[in-house]
T-cell receptor
Framework: GEDVEQSLFLSVREGDSSVINCTYT??????LYWYKQEPGAGLQLLTY?????DMKQDQRLTVLLNKKDKHLSLRIADTQTGDSAIYFC????????????FGQGTTLQVKP | DAGVIQSPRHEVTEMGQEVTLRCKPI?????LFWYRQTMMRGLELLIY????????DSGMPEDRFSAKMPNASFSTLKIQPSEPRDSAVYFC????????????FGPGTRLTVT
């Protein structure tokens, strides 16, 4: 079946930029998403990108999509301690089913 | 909007007991998803509904698990009998079913089976 892969852990200093990477296998992907999960909470939708786009910016967040390499990244500028969380990449695939395929999540640790 | 509502937030029960988890999706959403999250297995899709009809229950681990959606504003996930390995956080999510497909998650129910 289709798969989404992420590295498990990233540590950065407060004020630096963070880049969280994701790869997916479904060549018919239509939409890809980034979710944030803080301790004890549900997954919060941060942003999503249509597969015909290669970049989307929303305040401190920049999403880059390389469709040829099936690679998605989330850049967080000026990372703050409040950004410490688990970040999940997800793939809608062709969209026929409405199901999302989630990666394992990347734990972002922000050091003061 | 209140977002996706789940109850209870925490449930502690003894092995063999019946457990019922509840979910109220966002008003107007027509797709509902039940997930389970554990350290070992990550986030797993258990079952999802479109317009109150179960579409794919291939993720339901065993016959001990069942889910219903009697109307557009309510769904339940039942475990009978419960076992310690069912301990996890259970999330409900809903989606409008539009082409962008984004799902909105509830806060989860943390289930502990002793």
């Amino acid at each position: 079946g289709e798969d989404v892969e992420q590295s498990l852990f990233l540590s950065v200093r407060e004020g630096d930029s963070s880049v969280i990477n994701c790869t997916y296998t479904d060549s018919s992907s239509t939409y890809l998403y980034w979710y944030k999960q803080e301790p004890g909470a549900g997954l919060q939708l941060l942003t999503y990108i249509f597969s015909n786009m290669d970049m989307k910016q929303d305040q401190r967040l920049t999403v880059l999509l390389n469709k040829k390499d099936k690679h998605l990244s989330l850049r967080i500028a000026d990372t703050q301690t409040g950004d410490s969380a688990i970040y999940f990449c997800a793939d809608l695939g062709s969209g026929n089913t409405g199901k999302l395929i989630f990666g394992q999540g990347t734990t972002l640790q922000v050091k003061p | 909007d209140a977002g996706v509502i789940q109850s209870p937030r925490h449930e502690v029960t003894e092995m063999g007991q019946e457990v019922t988890l509840r979910c109220k999706p966002i008003s107007g959403h027509n797709s509902l998803f039940w997930y389970r999250q554990t350290m070992m297995r990550g986030l797993e899709l258990l079952i999802y509904f479109n317009n109150n009809v179960p579409i794919d229950d291939s993720g339901m681990p065993e016959d001990r698990f069942s889910a219903k959606m009697p109307n557009a504003s309510f769904s339940t996930l039942k475990i009978q009998p419960s076992e310690p390995r069912d301990s996890a956080v259970y999330f409900c999510a809903s989606s409008s079913g539009g082409k962008t497909g984004e799902q909105y998650f509830g806060p989860g129910t943390r289930l502990t089976v002793t």
